[in-house]
């Protein structure tokens, strides 16, 4: 499954090209990025409720610590800096 995983994100990084480019022309970086980081939360949200049940060995392992280092992580790490990405292109 990992495997798979693998090839959709880089199927979806290839076509980022096609995508943004003619979308910066008439929306704004940050509206971009919104949505795209939306979509990725309902796909891998949809994965995580549909597999939750095999899970249950990680969600052993979650504490505050961990999931606030993940929120971190990912709002900074990747919201912003695909935002200044994005704005790179002006």
């Known amino acids: ?15 980022d090209t096609l995508i943004r480019y003619p979308l910066l022309a008439s929306v704004q970086a940050s509206t971009l ?11 891998f949200g949809a994965i995580i409720l549909i597999k939750r049940n095999s899970l249950s060995e ?11 280092a ?12 695909t935002l200044a990405f994005t704005k790179a292109f002006y």
């Open 33 to 43: 990025v919104f949505v795209e980081h939306a979509v990725l939360i309902t796909i």
């Open 70 to 81: 993940f929120l971190i992580i990912g709002v900074i790490g990747s919201a912003v800096s």
């Open 58 to 68: 990680f969600r052993k392992k979650l504490n505050a610590n961990s999931i606030s």
């Open 1 to 15: 499954m990992g495997f798979l995983f693998i090839v959709l994100g880089t199927l979806m990084w290839s076509l």
